[in-house]
């Protein structure tokens, strides 16, 4: 619970997000040393890429009953590990639903928080789970950096070669033919093509 207060006082000093481009590393980085850091714990990995599977991966997003329980037993549990960078994943949602809400984006903001879930996610898994690749692809379109969009949806589609968003964003933002006809065939059922 104080985890989340955190980040709510977080996301609403940030709001006007102002001067402090290294607020969020700063924040996050608070809340780590207040964290049990293993990198060998792969819970918090795991539940990222579930998330993925069931909200961006799947035909019809939504999470499944015990998929919520697990994320609200992994948040509550004094023994998780990592929770930090949980929660900096939550707070980048936080930032997309409030974004959506008021209809108007900060996209220096979800760069930063996107940064940090991908830097801290090398540092501590020497990975990148899918979910963060999309929301980064998703940030570099908003920034309208195309030459950093088109890396990251290749390395992407390196790590993760079934990922549909990753697929749908080369052929939306970057008018990249390649995958049009797999996901017009294959994926024209997927809810991020429907759109």
């Not at 977080?10 to 293993?38: C, G, H, P, W």
């Not at 390395?155 to 993760?160: A, I, S, V």
Request: aromatic share 12%; proline share 2%; net charge positive.
């Amino acid at each position: 619970m104080k985890t989340y207060l955190l980040i709510l006082a977080l996301f609403f000093s940030l709001t006007s997000y102002s001067q402090d481009a290294n607020i969020i590393e700063k924040s996050f980085n608070e809340m780590k040393r207040n964290t049990k850091v293993d990198n060998t714990d792969s819970t918090c990995f795991k539940l990222m890429q579930k998330m993925y599977d069931e909200v961006l991966q799947n035909n019809n997003s939504g999470f499944t009953k015990l998929t919520i329980n697990e994320i609200k037993k992994y948040q509550s549990a004094k023994k998780s590990k990592n929770t930090y960078l949980f929660s900096a994943l939550m707070f980048y949602q936080e930032v997309i639903g409030k974004s959506l809400e008021l209809n108007s984006v900060n996209p220096a903001l979800q760069r930063d928080v996107v940064n940090y879930l991908e830097k801290e996610s090398i540092s501590l898994y020497n990975k990148i789970p899918n979910i963060v690749y999309v929301y980064k692809v998703e940030t570099l379109n908003l920034l309208n950096d195309k030459t950093e969009l088109k890396k990251y949806i290749d390395e992407g589609l390196k790590h993760y070669p079934n990922s549909i968003p990753l697929k749908y964003y080369s052929y939306v933002f970057l008018k990249d033919e390649t995958y049009k006809e797999e996901l017009l065939k294959l994926n024209k059922v997927h809810w991020l093509v429907q759109m």
